[in-house]
């Protein structure tokens, strides 16, 4: 019964704002009467269980979204700030390999803040990540490289893109690190790159590098990449459009909350006795 009365209670309520005083107490005496038996608490309980599932889906999936989209302002401002720090300061750069980035997940099915967080590695590499370096593709070669070498088992991508870096470098050098990762040179384009680098050709000795490493495992990430890990990146990027229209309102309601919280635990503080009445 006491159940009875407080739904009926909360259900006039819920009239009063769409109706008069008088018809609000008239359909809650009707409330009343239909929720007294068993089916129709049975049937209140169900919708109040689905609705409490409805809320948790719905404020689990925004949590979601926004966390989504802050990884993804996370990974933005760190390339950003690689790029400016070697240089590169009108943002151009940072631009053009986040836009690879969101490209390149859907061919291989990683997320694109992974391959920001490679390509952030490469960016410190001055000869990989400088004009020329970008404008004749080997940077971006180098970070879906980095993706294939780790598909085809030779170690983690950050790690490859690491050892990658060294050998655009230092393609002399570099090629003793790539070896260890896996990837071998005959004795022929070992010379080769010598003669280049002592000529200043370094373009051309990165170019034997990098057609070196594709041979032996270019486009293994694709390959390999499931249509289910597909799937879950398409709907990451959903996640994250949303997540990115929510966070300026969310950002105004923690600014808000910041400025609100404090004085109402203040007031708390100072009537415990009407706050335990209320």
């Given amino acids: ?5 407080e739904l009926a209670v909360i259900l006039s309520a819920v009239d009063r704002m769409s109706a ?114 970008r404008m004749s593709g080997m940077f971006d070669r180098a970070t879906r490289a980095a993706f294939d070498l780790a598909a085809a088992g030779f170690g ?22 790539l070896a260890r990762s896996g990837v071998t040179f005959t004795a022929q384009e070992k010379e080769k790159i010598k003669t280049l680098m002592e000529s200043g050709q370094q373009l051309k000795a990165q170019e034997i590098i990098m057609k070196a490493v594709e041979k032996q495992v270019g486009g293994v990430a694709e390959a390999t990449a499931s249509k289910t890990q597909r799937m879950k990146i398409a709907f990451g990027e959903v996640a994250e459009t949303a997540g990115k229209a929510l966070l300026p309102a969310m950002e105004r309601l923690a600014n808000w909350l910041g400025e609100v919280v404090p004085k109402i635990t203040g007031w708390v503080e100072r009537n415990p006795e009407l706050v335990k009445g209320i």
């Fill in 156 to 177: 983690e991508a950050g790690q490859n893109a690491v050892q990658l870096g060294k050998a655009m470098q230092d393609p002399i050098k570099g090629i003793q690190s």
């Fill in 1 to 5: 019964m006491r159940k009875a009365l």
């Fill in 20 to 133: 008069t005083v008088q018809k609000a107490s008239k359909s809650s005496q009707g409330y009343l009467e239909r929720l007294q038996n068993s089916k129709g608490f049975q049937a209140m309980d169900e919708l109040g269980d689905k609705s409490l599932i409805a809320g948790t889906v719905i404020t689990g999936a925004m949590a979601m979204a926004v966390n989504a989209a802050e990884e993804s302002e996370i990974a933005t401002n760190r390339l950003n700030q690689v790029f400016t720090s070697m240089g590169e300061t009108t943002g151009k750069a940072a631009k053009a390999a986040e836009e690879y980035a969101s490209k390149l997940q859907t061919t291989i099915a990683v997320e694109d803040e992974e391959i920001m967080a490679v390509q952030a590695k490469l960016a410190t590499f001055e000869q990989l990540s400088n004009e020329t370096g």
